[in-house]
């Protein structure tokens, strides 16, 4: 089992830029991807981006390609997302998952089977 914790969120004005981490704890070794995914109020979850392990590939949401960016290090233990050009929209609880997607699944909630607490990010003047 994994455990993820999130940290970094916060209050943001539009056009600002903040750091998401991802610390992960426990047995990372079968991780095969980690993601960040964001829910706001009232909407489901969504995918934002995400880091697979076979080929250290990365993978992002159309909407945020050009302003976020996911990075980690080779064992897991963390993860980060780098989010810049921020938005009103982008205002969310950005969660981190863990698990052991394949590609068809990279970008869905069923592909990962660790869950972080979440943490909040909103952006607003």
């Known amino acids: 089992q994994v455990q993820l914790v999130e940290t970094g969120g916060g209050l943001v004005q539009p056009g600002g830029s903040l750091r998401l981490t991802c610390a992960a704890a426990g047995d990372t070794s079968d991780t095969g991807g980690m993601a960040w995914f964001r829910q706001a109020p009232g909407k489901e979850r969504e995918f934002v981006a995400a880091?697979?392990?076979?080929?250290?590939?990365?993978y992002y949401n159309e909407i945020v390609k050009d302003r976020f960016t996911i990075s980690g290090d080779r064992a897991f233990s963390a993860i980060y997302l780098q989010m810049t050009g921020l938005k009103p929209e982008d205002t969310a609880v950005y969660y981190c998952?863990?698990?052991?997607?394949?590609?068809?699944?990279?970008?869905?909630?069923?592909?990962?089977?660790?869950w972080g607490q979440g943490t909040q990010v909103t952006v607003s003047s």
């Open positions: 880091l697979r392990r076979n080929g250290w590939r990365t």
């Open positions: 998952a863990a698990g052991r997607p394949i590609l068809s699944s990279l970008r869905t909630l069923g592909g990962y089977t660790n």
